[in-house]
């Protein structure tokens, strides 16, 4: 049974926008931390420091997630969307839905998961 392209071109487009929006306002979050030692405590600092790395973590997994939705929605232009990359087989429609980036069956996950 082949997916329906045009729900899951929709769906990841649509995910993309969110993702988009959110990248905007994490930006600030995540730019260098300048305290004023003088002003504010070491506690504050590290505060600022962690807030920082998490932020910058968000960004780098929001990266990672656009890219993913960009192979996905050239995947359904090239007409291999819900094709397993390993074995070819078809990716069931429940584990789409889950993961619309998904690439692998879920034998071939499975299998990935094992060899690490």
Request: charge should be neutral; include cysteine; hydrophobic fraction near 40%.
């Amino acid at each position: 049974m082949n997916p329906d392209l045009t729900y899951f071109r929709q769906l990841l487009l649509q995910r993309r926008a969110k993702l988009q929006g959110m990248a905007e306002t994490g930006a600030a979050a995540a730019r260098t931390v300048e305290l004023d030692q003088t002003r504010v405590g070491r506690l504050s600092r590290m505060d600022a420091l962690q807030g920082q790395a998490m932020s910058q973590e968000a960004i780098r997994r929001r990266r990672l997630e656009l890219q993913r939705i960009s192979e996905a929605l050239a995947a359904i232009d090239a007409d291999e969307y819900g094709y397993c990359q390993v074995c070819d087989a078809p990716i069931v429609q429940a584990r789409l839905n889950i993961d619309p980036t998904t690439r692998l069956c879920i034998a071939c996950a499975e299998q990935s998961e094992q060899n690490g």
